[in-house]
């Protein structure tokens, strides 16, 4: 009777905390957001970006210059569509995509792969080191950031994990990996498509 007593008391105390966990969700929280945008610095693109024939050869260059920039333009330009209010329940959400933007100018050359394991590479480890070497240029409080990690032109979609982050302390609220589908005209729309997917799926972390 005492070990039942006892086992009875450990679940409940399990469950509490957990529902506990549940209950400080930064996704359901009432806390203020910073959107900072997508960080494509450990981005792999698996497949040829020559098959969109809109781009023509694309080169590194020009998906750190043109490419990346336009994409997390979006989010500022296009907000009804790319509502991040929306899919973290905040009725609106502070915006520094300067912070990813920085990064992004530091990304390397070898974005482009033609190996599929490059799709899903990164761990939680990898997005924490990422945090803590990050320049959030002043910033304080929770932000979010969505690390693209793989752009699969055979799977048709992108891969990518979204964090949130304290800002101040550089560290990991948060995260958690997931996927969305691509689809569109053109280069630029089709991978659009994908990151407004992964942005949907923040409940999901």
């Not at 959107?35 to 781009?55: N, P, S, V």
């Not at 023509?56 to 989010?75: A, C, H, V």
């Not at 070898?110 to 990050?134: G, H, M, Q």
């Not at 560290?171 to 994908?194: C, E, S």
Request: net charge positive; aromatic share 12%; hydrophobic share 35%.
């Amino acid at each position: 009777m005492k070990h039942t007593l006892g086992f009875l008391l450990l679940f409940c105390l399990c469950a509490g905390t957990l529902f506990a966990q549940k209950n400080t969700d930064v996704v359901r929280s009432d806390e203020p957001i910073t959107w900072l945008g997508l960080d494509f610095t450990m981005c792999r693109f698996i497949g040829d970006a020559h098959q969109f024939k809109d781009a023509g050869e694309i080169t590194p260059n020009e998906m750190r210059d043109k490419y990346y920039p336009s994409w997390n333009q979006l989010f500022i330009n296009e907000q009804k569509k790319y509502d991040v209010a929306k899919y973290v329940h905040r009725s609106s959400v502070n915006y520094a995509t300067n912070v990813t933007d920085q990064a992004n100018d530091k990304s390397g050359k070898d974005v482009f792969s033609n190996d599929p394991s490059n799709y899903s590479r990164l761990s939680r480890t990898d997005i924490e080191k990422a945090v803590r070497n990050y320049d959030f240029k002043g910033n304080k409080g929770i932000g979010m950031i969505i690390f693209i990690e793989g752009m699969s032109k055979g799977k048709e979609e992108a891969s990518g994990w979204i964090a949130f982050v304290d800002m101040g302390k550089k560290q990991i609220l948060q995260t958690g990996r997931v996927t969305g589908d691509a689809g569109g005209f053109g280069f630029r729309n089709y991978w659009a498509k994908a990151f407004l997917n992964l942005l949907k799926k923040a409940d999901d972390i």
